[in-house]
């Protein structure tokens, strides 16, 4: 299907984000793309999209406002299309060789089923077991949105605009913790690939406005994130544990190891007695610096900043950024990364993480589609 200039630059007003505000059941509005704070209405009378913008004005066909606003109410259908896209196993026997058996259609949508020709048994496609049937892909969006920094608040208001969804602060945090369990385990096993070579420093944070000491080690070459841990001092046993757990993570030990000048990390790497060289007191102005591991500080902290309420999960969360920063998030790292890349997405370790259920269920990414009779369509969602 070959897309007209105004449809493609329809989607990119979809594609750009945050661009189109549902005021209600029939009417849109559309940030201009030319005057900044300028908006144009889009609006459902009598059977078909109208918009004010002189474009539709002025040739009375649908203009690139109104092909953003369809765009935008037909990606729930272009999730259900697409399911197929991921890798579907059986949950009870685990075989790629299955096959699709219809839909099942209940309150909340039609649900695909499966059919494993291995053990003869139907199947939803279920990932996250979210009761009353939370939709995957949602899940999985709350908890990028998540980790690229926005707040509980501010995914709340993203889904009521752009997919006329409205969950509490809460629903969105418990789908993002789950989300963040299930990239936790889909790596915990993975050794990451770093040189001889790391930097380890420490920073104060703030996790539910009580200051904590954040440790942070990354492989110098790679920038590989290895590893993360919360503490309440910043002692020789603190420093010892998050030593310990980084090569833990890398399966290894390096050959040098650069901080700053506290003296917790010789003491730690005293007690640790490996054969590991100790460059301390690294600073801007010297030969062996932490600029890259200050960079680190500075990208986790912005992250922080906003999330209230983390409390006991807050090393949970943070090791789930780090998974995110190392395999999910574009750029350097995520190539140097053992499973990153451009094949890795929320998705794909989601599936990686599929657990086989006791009892049928329909937990699977769809959504419901009612349309209209008219010639040119309207279409409404309910996602839950």
């Given at each position: 299907m070959r897309l007209s200039l105004?449809?493609?630059?329809?989607?990119g007003i979809v594609a750009a984000g945050?661009?189109?505000?549902?005021?209600?059941?029939?009417?849109?509005?559309?940030?201009?793309?030319?005057?900044?704070?300028a908006y144009h209405n889009v609006e459902w009378t009598n059977g078909k999209w109208i918009c004010d913008c002189p474009d539709y004005l002025k040739r009375k066909k649908p203009?690139?406002?109104?092909?953003?606003?369809?765009?935008?109410?037909?990606?729930?259908?272009?999730?259900?299309?697409?399911?197929?896209?991921f890798e579907i196993r059986c949950p009870y026997c685990r075989s790629k060789d299955v096959i699709q058996k219809g839909f099942r259609y209940n309150k909340t949508g039609p649900v695909k089923l499966f059919k494993c020709k291995t053990c003869n048994r139907i199947f939803s496609d279920t990932i996250t077991p979210e009761k009353g049937g939370a939709k995957a892909a949602l899940a999985a969006i709350a908890a990028d949105l998540y980790y690229r920094g926005l707040s509980l608040r501010e995914i709340r208001s993203h889904f009521k605009q752009?997919?006329?969804?409205?969950?509490?602060?809460?629903?969105?945090?418990?789908?993002?913790?789950?989300?963040?369990?299930?990239?936790n385990e889909a790596f915990e096993n993975v050794k990451l690939e770093v040189g001889e070579k790391w930097l380890a420093d420490e920073t104060v944070i703030k996790v539910d406005g009580a200051p904590k000491y954040?440790?942070?080690?990354?492989?110098?070459?790679?920038?590989?994130?290895?590893?993360?841990?919360?503490?309440d001092g910043r002692g020789a046993e603190e420093a010892l544990t998050a030593i310990k757990e980084a090569i833990k993570n890398a399966g290894k030990a390096p050959k040098t190891i650069v901080t700053d000048g506290l003296a917790s990390y010789k003491k730690a790497l005293e007690m640790l007695n490996a054969?590991?060289?100790?460059?301390?007191?690294?600073?801007?102005?010297?030969?062996?610096?932490n600029n890259r591991i200050e960079r680190l500080h500075g990208t986790v902290k912005h992250w922080l900043k906003g999330k209230r309420g983390i409390g006991d999960k807050a090393a949970e969360l943070i090791e789930g950024y780090r998974n995110y920063y190392n395999n999910i998030r574009l750029s350097i790292v995520a190539n140097n990364a053992p499973l990153g890349g451009d094949n890795l997405n929320w998705m794909s370790v989601l599936n990686k993480k599929k657990k086989a259920p006791r009892q049928k269920c329909s937990l699977n990414p769809t959504i419901s589609v009612s349309t209209g009779t008219s010639d040119e369509r309207k279409v409404s969602y309910k996602v839950f």
């Open positions: 105004r449809e493609l630059r329809g989607l945050g661009q189109i505000e549902r005021v209600d059941e029939n009417r849109f509005i559309v940030s201009s793309q030319s005057v900044d704070g203009c690139k406002h109104i092909f953003a606003v369809n765009f935008l109410l037909d990606l729930p259908r272009m999730l259900l299309a697409n399911t197929v896209a752009v997919y006329n969804v409205d969950r509490p602060a809460s629903t969105l945090h418990r789908w993002i913790l789950r989300i963040t369990n299930m990239l954040l440790w942070n080690l990354m492989d110098y070459e790679t920038r590989i994130y290895i590893a993360s841990l919360i503490t054969p590991i060289m100790h460059v301390d007191n690294a600073g801007i102005t010297k030969k062996e610096n």
